[in-house]
């Protein structure tokens, strides 16, 4: 993990450090301070299709909710993807939903209200 608030600043340097992360690291960023680096195929994306192998659920049957880069992977396999309101413009482009509450205050009860209580 490396902090910067300087966002662009942080993503400048994931191609200076290709010659040492390529094929063994994948990195990704979070609360718009934070690079991360995870071994290739540890990500939330994996976490969440392993965990639906562990229950024995059909993916298609999840939810996800995210705001920034770390939680693409999470929301590309997920069966509905929603992004909080105040979430990057990368995350809310492969989000099924956005919602009009932000991170900080309501966007898994606006999610449940929507979603779940309307299917009952």
Same mark, same amino acid.
């Given at each position: 993990? @490396?902090? $910067? *608030?300087?966002?662009? @600043?942080? &993503?400048?340097?994931?191609?200076?450090?290709?010659? *040492?992360? !390529? %094929?063994?690291?994948?990195?990704? @960023?979070?609360?718009?301070?934070? &690079?991360?680096? /995870?071994?290739?195929?540890? !990500?939330? %994306?994996?976490?969440?299709?392993?965990?639906?192998?562990?229950? %024995?659920?059909?993916?298609? !049957? +999840?939810?996800?909710?995210?705001?920034?880069?770390? !939680?693409?992977?999470?929301?590309?396999?997920?069966?509905?993807?929603?992004?909080? /309101? $105040?979430? =990057?413009?990368?995350?809310?482009?492969?989000?099924?939903? =956005? +919602?009009?509450?932000? /991170?900080?205050? %309501?966007?898994?009860?606006?999610?449940?209200?929507?979603? *779940?209580? /309307?299917?009952?």
């Amino acid at each position: 993990l @490396y902090q $910067n *608030i300087d966002v662009p @600043y942080l &993503m400048s340097l994931e191609d200076k450090l290709k010659s *040492i992360t !390529d %094929g063994c690291v994948a990195i990704s @960023y979070s609360s718009n301070r934070y &690079m991360e680096f /995870n071994a290739v195929g540890v !990500d939330k %994306g994996q976490g969440l299709i392993d965990l639906v192998n562990k229950l %024995g659920i059909d993916i298609e !049957d +999840t939810i996800a909710v995210g705001d920034n880069y770390n !939680d693409l992977s999470m929301l590309k396999v997920a069966g509905l993807a929603v992004g909080a /309101n $105040n979430a =990057v413009d990368d995350v809310k482009a492969v989000c099924d939903y =956005v +919602t009009q509450a932000n /991170n900080n205050e %309501g966007v898994v009860a606006e999610l449940i209200e929507r979603y *779940i209580f /309307n299917e009952i």
